[in-house]
């Protein structure tokens, strides 16, 4: 355990109304070597009262009605692509080693400035990930097509996108919770989504676990998402977080079908090695059959004697490749004859 590693400069940038509050809380329990960049339309956040983040106003004089129905998406990229607001984005940007997003997709700031501000990242050459949440199925279906073309936009300015869907939430509560309940747990999963990340490489009490590494995961092409689980078995509970997070995918993959793996544990003092090392093999045989455990795995082991017995465990799966396509198979022998005797007859 390395207690002295260096810090790498990380940029999380919020985008948007749901962006920025997901930043308001990463803000409020920073990671060492993160700084914060909130991204929003001037007036339509309370982000500037705080001195924990750099708030850069999207859409400075630029003059947009604002939008509805089909406009919503150019109208976000129009304004994110104010002078002012790159100029500023690209003097904030500089020393970056890794930067993080974060969207609510399915608005209009973060739908449709996010590929703009991305753009800008890819061409500073900084490794990008994008952590975005999708719109509740009850939001309707024109809000979950914007957010699919807000993704699909994003997409080719990203190294990753990992997608949480809202309703994941709604899965991880009883059926009558109050809906201001399930915008908090879905706050909190997004939050961790992120500090699992930065922790992993910057908290100073983690195991060595390196950029390059977590960087060399993220590019693997495919589709990519998370699990979370939380053990709390007296003699195991490692292993029982690894348990509970394969079982609990943020989306319903098929992990074998994943080749690479970022996995991030955070446990008591007494936790013991034997417990970690069960839990990894544990994830290892879920994955695809070929990986490679030495360039396609990377975990980290953050000590929180808050946390006691307890080990909560956050999966990033990457490289998942699609099922493969049902086999065309040619029209049955007796539908053909039968067809066949049809035309004899007429």
């Not at 990008?128 to 936009?153: M, W």
């Not at 092409?221 to 053990?231: D, R």
């Not at 955070?266 to 544990?282: E, P, Q, R, V």
């Not at 070929?290 to 795995?297: E, H, I, M, R, S």
Request: glycine residues 10%; charged residues 20%.
């Amino acid at each position: 355990m390395e207690l002295n590693k260096p810090l790498v400069n990380i940029k999380v940038i919020g985008v948007g109304g749901g962006g920025c509050n997901i930043l308001r809380l990463l803000a409020a329990n920073p990671t060492p070597g993160v700084e914060h960049l909130a991204c929003n339309t001037h007036g339509r956040s309370s982000d500037r009262s705080l001195d924990k983040f750099t708030f850069l106003e999207i859409g400075q004089s630029v003059q947009i009605p604002w939008p509805s129905g089909e406009f919503k998406i150019q109208s976000g990229r129009l304004r994110a692509e104010c002078p002012w607001f790159l100029r500023e984005l690209k003097h904030h940007l500089k020393g970056a080693e890794l930067v993080i997003m974060t969207i609510g997709m399915g608005g209009v700031t973060g739908t449709g400035g996010s590929p703009v501000i991305a753009q800008v990242v890819k061409e500073m050459g900084i490794p990008l990930l994008a952590v975005v949440n999708t719109p509740y199925t009850f939001e309707g279906s024109h809000r979950s097509e914007c957010a699919a073309k807000g993704i699909q936009d994003l997409k080719s300015h990203v190294d990753n996108i990992i997608s949480v869907p809202c309703d994941f939430s709604l899965r991880c509560m009883p059926e009558d919770t109050p809906l201001n309940k399930a915008f908090v747990q879905l706050d909190e999963i997004m939050v961790r989504a992120i500090s699992s990340l930065t922790r992993l490489i910057n908290a100073p009490n983690n195991m060595v676990v390196t950029l390059a590494d977590v960087c060399r995961i993220l590019r693997f092409p495919g589709e990519s998402t998370m699990a979370f689980g939380s053990g709390t078995h007296p003699e195991h509970p490692a292993l029982d977080a690894a348990q509970k997070g394969v079982g609990n995918m943020v989306q319903t993959v098929d992990l074998t079908r994943a080749r690479g793996a970022i996995v991030s544990f955070s446990g008591g003092y007494d936790i013991a090695t034997s417990d970690y090392a069960d839990a990894m093999n544990l994830i290892t045989c879920n994955l695809h059959p070929g990986v490679d455990p030495k360039t396609a795995l990377t975990f980290g082991i953050e000590v929180d004697k808050s946390l006691g017995n307890t080990v909560k465990m956050t999966l990033v799966v990457t490289g998942i490749e699609p099922p493969p396509s049902p086999p065309v198979r040619p029209p049955r022998l007796d539908n053909w004859l039968k067809k066949l005797t049809r035309r004899m007859k007429t």
